[in-house]
């Protein structure tokens, strides 16, 4: 008798993980053609601070404004040119609030800004981007050091207090990438944004389900040495 509770309650436990991945599913193929939707999508006008929602993640948006060159922060990055970092620049926009933008990537021997001064916008400009969600805390097992300006993740709210941007004006609670629209010189590197999703979820469910019926077939195997 143990042994079929043991049975009856592993398949109960393996079926029930089966049928959540199943739904979680269903909630990554809505998201990707959400995602998919905006991306390829005209540009909109960038939310104010008080209208922002997590939904406008990866919607493109149109900015016009100034860039505040001499508050820019780097932030350590790894993409498919190699290692260096993300730039980080506050824009201040029409609207009157502060975008941080994502100006792209550049190289080690990039990384100050006389090296890369054609690249360094003044007065009025406009860019395009896709806006991101804030990346708190650091990255993985380090921690942002705003003290010593070490960076390891685009945390929006801890960049705005160290240069100072909530003084200003208000700040929004996101990030925009910008698009891959060349820059003077060529430096910073827009346009790498990485929009991929994984999705194993159909992988995971079989794999639940599987093992939810080898629990019924020793349940039925041991109802019958059992009679």
């Not at 705003?146 to 705005?160: F, G, H, K, L, T």
């Not at 891959?180 to 060529?186: E, K, L």
């Not at 346009?191 to 194993?200: E, M, P, S």
Request: proline fraction near 6%.
């Amino acid at each position: 008798m143990p042994l079929l509770v043991l049975c009856a309650l592993s398949v109960l436990l393996f079926a029930g993980l089966g049928v959540w991945q199943v739904q979680r599913l269903f909630w990554k193929l809505d998201l990707i053609a959400r995602v998919e939707a905006l991306i390829h999508a005209g540009p909109a006008d960038a939310p104010a601070p008080a209208a922002f929602s997590t939904e406008d993640e990866y919607r493109r948006v149109a900015l016009k404004g100034r860039f505040l060159n001499d508050r820019e922060t780097l932030v350590q990055a790894v993409t498919e040119r190699g290692g260096g970092f993300w730039v980080l620049t506050p824009f201040v926009t029409d609207g009157g609030f502060v975008v941080l933008v994502n100006r792209g990537f550049v190289p080690p021997e990039r990384r100050a800004p006389d090296s890369r001064a054609e690249g360094q916008v003044e007065g009025e400009t406009s860019l395009i981007g896709l806006v991101r969600l804030t990346e708190p805390g650091g990255g993985f097992l380090r921690g942002n050091d705003p003290a010593n300006e070490r960076w390891y993740s685009r945390d929006v709210a801890a960049i705005a207090e160290a240069r100072g941007l909530e003084r200003l004006v208000s700040v929004a609670p996101y990030f925009v990438d910008a698009d891959a629209t060349p820059v003077a010189g060529g430096f910073p590197v827009g346009g790498l944004t990485v929009v991929r999703f994984a999705n194993n979820h159909l992988v995971y469910a079989l794999t639940w389900f599987a093992l939810a019926a080898m629990c019924v077939g020793a349940g039925v195997m041991a109802w019958r040495r059992r009679g």
